[in-house]
C-alpha cells in the first residue's frame, strides 16, 4: 500500500510534457496535428482523419417524451379540467358576491343623499305629498308622502314594501267580494243585506287599513317610534281577526267565505265558484297577515323600542299638539278664575 501513497520529493520538479498521456498521444501518427498539416501547401495531402485513441460510444441527448409539452410563459396551462373549473366557478361566485355588496352600498348612499337633499329644504320646509298618486286635473290632491328608498333603512325596506303588497292585495280582496256579493244578489234576491254590507266593508276597510296600520309601521321603521309600533300591534291584531271571519263567512254578513261559497254553490255553480274564489282569497289574506305580524314583531324585537319609550313618545306627542296646549290653558284660566 506504501505505493499507492507515497509522495514525490518536494524538490523534484515534474515534466508536464512527460506525462504518459501527453506522450501517448503524440507518439500517435496517424493523428492529425498542426505540425503536420499546412493549408498553403498545394502539393500536400489532406490531412488524415480523425481517430480517437479509445473510441466510445457517442452520448445521445436525452428526448423529451412526446408525451411532455413545453409550455412558453405566455401559454395557458392546463391544471386539469375539473379543478379549473371548479377555481373559476368559485371566483366567479366570489366576484359576483362582491358586485352585490357593493350595489347594496351605492343604494344605500343614494338613499342617504336624498335624504340629506330632502332634509336641506329647511327645518319649516315640508315635503310635497305623492300618495295617493292622483291625476293633476282632480280636485283633490295626494294626502301623504311615501318613498320606502329614501325614508326606510334598507335594512327595512322589504319587510315595508310586503306590508305595503298586502295592503293592496287586501284592497284587491274585498273589491272581489262586492263583485261575488252581487253576483250572488243576481241569483238570490234574498242577499241584497249582503251586498249593501258588502259595499260597507269595501268603503269602510280601505283607507281605514292604510291609515291605521299600514301607516303606524311605516312611521315605526321611518323614526324607530314605539308608539307607532304598539299601534301597529293593535290594529293589525284586529285586522287579522277580521279576516278569519271573511274567511269563515257567516251568511248575512257581507263576506263571500267558505259557508256562503259553499251554500251558494248548490244554487248557481258558476256563482258558487265565483264565491269559492273570494274565500280563497280571504284564507290567503288571513295566513298572509299571521305570517307578517310575527315578522314585524320579530324586527320590533331586534329594535330599542319598548313600552316605555311609547308612553314617553304619546305624552310628548300630546303636549307639542297646539289644540291640545290651547285646550289645558283654557281649562287651567278657567278653574282659576271660577267664583269660589
Given amino acids: 500500500m506504501s505505493k499507492y501513497t507515497s509522495f514525490p520529493d518536494p524538490m523534484e520538479d515534474p515534466n508536464p510534457f512527460q506525462d504518459p498521456a ?3 498521444h503524440s507518439s ?5 496535428t498542426l505540425d503536420l498539416y499546412n493549408p498553403f501547401d498545394n502539393n500536400a495531402a489532406p490531412p488524415p482523419p480523425y481517430e480517437a485513441t479509445s473510441p466510445s460510444a457517442p452520448s445521445v441527448p436525452a428526448q423529451t417524451p412526446p408525451s411532455s409539452k413545453t409550455t412558453t410563459p405566455t401559454e395557458p396551462r392546463n391544471y386539469g379540467s375539473y379543478n379549473s373549473q371548479t377555481a373559476v366557478n368559485a371566483t366567479t361566485a366570489e366576484l359576483l358576491k362582491k358586485q352585490e355588496e357593493l350595489e347594496q352600498k351605492a343604494k344605500e348612499l343614494e338613499r342617504r ?8 329644504l329647511g327645518a319649516g320646509a315640508s315635503r310635497q305629498n305623492n300618495w295617493p298618486p292622483l291625476p293633476s286635473f282632480c280636485p283633490v290632491g295626494p294626502c301623504f308622502y311615501q318613498d320606502i328608498s329614501v325614508d326606510i333603512s334598507q335594512r327595512f325596506q322589504r319587510t315595508v314594501t310586503i306590508m305595503y303588497y298586502f295592503w293592496m292585495f287586501s284592497t284587491c280582496t274585498l273589491l272581489f267580494n262586492l263583485v261575488s256579493s252581487l253576483a250572488n244578489f243576481a241569483v238570490d234576491v234574498h242577499g241584497g243585506i249582503g251586498l249593501g254590507l258588502a259595499i260597507l ?5 280601505t283607507p281605514c287599513s292604510f291609515v291605521c296600520w299600514y301607516r303606524p309601521v311605516y312611521k315605526a321603521f321611518r323614526t324607530d317610534s314605539s308608539f307607532n309600533f304598539f299601534a301597529f300591534f293593535f290594529v293589525f291584531f284586529a285586522q287579522v281577526a277580521v279576516d278569519v271571519i271573511m274567511t269563515i263567512g257567516i251568511p248575512g254578513w257581507g263576506f263571500s267565505g267558505w259557508i256562503v261559497s259553499l251554500a251558494t254553490l248548490k244554487t248557481s255553480v258558476p256563482v258558487g265558484a265565483i264565491m269559492m274564489i273570494n274565500a280563497i282569497c280571504f284564507t ?3 295566513a298572509m297577515g ?3 305580524l310575527k315578522k314585524v314583531h320579530s324586527l320590533y324585537r331586534q329594535t330599542d323600542a319598548s313600552f316605555q319609550k311609547a308612553q314617553a313618545e304619546f305624552a310628548t306627542g300630546v303636549m307639542s299638539n297646539q289644540a291640545v296646549r290651547q285646550a289645558a290653558a283654557n281649562a287651567a284660566t278657567g278653574a282659576f278664575t271660577a267664583p269660589r
Avoid: C, K
Fill in 22 to 24: 501527453v506522450t501517448q
Fill in 28 to 32: 500517435n501518427a496517424g493523428y492529425a
Fill in 113 to 120: 343623499e336624498r335624504e340629506l337633499e330632502s332634509h336641506a
Fill in 201 to 205: 266593508w269595501a268603503l269602510l276597510f
Fill in 284 to 286: 290567503a289574506q288571513t
Fill in 290 to 292: 299571521v305570517v307578517m
